[in-house]
């Protein structure tokens, strides 16, 4: 199945670019007659924008397991360059979910106060919507 909306994905590696992110990210699925977890995609290179990359700033990756993410929105372009004669295939996550398995409640560690959590009822005090 691969890169697409609704994919559960590993974040193994987060760097901040100013306006966006670039990840390393995994995705996997079990192989029900060996139990063993075949790579489906992974890349050193999908941008994080928008919202994601919101979403990621300041996120600890565990080392052992890394970051489970749940892709809400997500794009896959390719561009050929005519001089160098070769593909380039770009993946950009638009916005994501964690889900509550990643060990921190429902939330997500930061590196500045230790959790994000935001109420589901302060719609009003938000300052943005």
Request: charged share 25%; aromatic share 14%; with cysteine.
């Amino acid at each position: 199945m691969g890169f697409r909306v609704g994919a559960y994905c590993k974040v193994w590696k987060i760097e901040d670019k100013g306006n966006y992110s670039v990840c390393q990210i995994s995705m996997s699925r079990k192989n029900k007659e060996t139990g063993v977890y075949n790579t489906e995609f992974q890349s050193n290179y999908v941008r994080f924008v928008g919202d994601a990359h919101t979403k990621i700033q300041g996120a600890i990756v565990p080392q052992k397991g890394g970051l489970t993410i749940k892709l809400v929105s997500c794009d896959v372009t390719n561009r050929y360059d005519k001089e160098k004669q070769k593909e380039y295939t770009n993946f950009v996550i638009f916005n994501f979910d964690f889900p509550d398995n990643n060990g921190y409640g429902g939330g997500v560690q930061t590196d500045s106060n230790g959790f994000m959590n935001i109420p589901d009822n302060i719609d009003d005090e938000l300052p943005f919507n």
